[in-house]
């Protein structure tokens, strides 16, 4: 089984920055993808970012790209998303996800597990 917190949400301005992490624990973590996906208030959940296992293939959704960064530190089981030019758009709270096998997907059914979430506003 593998456990996956996510950290770093908050408020931030409009135009701003904000980094997201997710740790995991549990099962391997560096032979699996990860991704960050997003769910705003009375919309469905969106892929946003994803990374395989050794961090050289990166995905991202179509409204994010040139603004938001994924990446990972195997060694300490953490995946990241630099967020910047934040928008109201992008107000949602996100969540973390992994998958086995090691492919990066924009399908929430690809991955097996799950973080709880965390709030990202952005103030205009």
């Known amino acids: 089984q593998m456990q996956l917190v996510e950290s770093g949400g908050g408020l931030v301005q409009h135009g701003g920055s904000l980094s997201v992490s997710c740790a995991a624990s549990g099962r391997t973590f560096d032979v699996l993808a990860m991704a960050w996906f997003r769910q705003a208030p009375g919309k469905e959940r969106e892929f946003v970012a994803g990374?395989?296992?050794?961090?050289?293939?990166?995905n991202y959704a179509d409204t994010v790209k040139g603004r938001f960064t994924i990446s990972r530190d195997n060694a300490k089981y953490t995946v990241f998303l630099q967020m910047n030019s934040l928008k109201s758009g992008d107000r949602a709270v996100y969540y973390c996800?992994?998958?086995?096998?090691?492919?990066?997907?924009?399908?929430?059914?690809?991955?097996?597990?799950w973080g709880q979430g965390t709030q990202v506003t952005v103030s205009s």
């Open positions: 990374i395989n296992w050794s961090g050289r293939s990166t």
């Open positions: 996800a992994a998958s086995n096998p090691n492919a990066v997907s924009t399908m929430m059914y690809h991955y097996n597990y």
